[in-house]
Nanobody, 122 residues
Framework: QVQLVESGGGLVQTGGSLRLSCAAS????????VGWFRQALGKEREFVGC????????YYANAMKGRFTISRDYPKNTVYLQMNSLKPEDTALYYC???????????????WGQGTQVTVSS
């Protein structure tokens, strides 16, 4: 099994940046796709982007494309979400998740972290 822990959330001003981390415990999970999702208060969980295992191919939702970047540090078993030009509508609880598949559907992901809060002030 895979265990995931997110960190790096916090309060940031409009236009600012944050980098979230997703750390996996135990042996390497490099064969897994890692996805980032977010859920704002009163809204459905929303796909942010993902990075594939091994080759590390990335895929982003249109709303995040050009502002957010996902990367992997294989020796540290860690995946990052770099968020730039943040807007108040980015405020949400951010989750990382893992799957042996590849895609944007919540149902594809078998393992989830506990979430980290991102708040963007106007």
């Amino acid at each position: 099994q895979v265990q995931l822990v997110e960190s790096g959330g916090g309060l940031v001003q409009t236009g600012g940046s944050l980098r979230l981390s997703c750390a996996a415990s135990g042996r390497t999970f490099s064969v897994y796709t890692v996805g980032w999702f977010r859920q704002a208060l009163g809204k459905e969980r929303e796909f942010v982007g993902c990075i594939g295992g091994s080759g590390g191919t990335t895929y982003y939702a249109n709303a995040m494309k050009g502002r957010f970047t996902i990367s992997r540090d294989y020796p540290k078993n860690t995946v990052y979400l770099q968020m730039n030009s943040l807007k108040p509508e980015d405020t949400a609880l951010y989750y990382c998740a893992a799957t042996r598949a590849y895609g944007d559907a919540v149902s594809l992901y078998d393992y989830w972290g506990q979430g980290t809060q991102v708040t963007v002030s106007s």
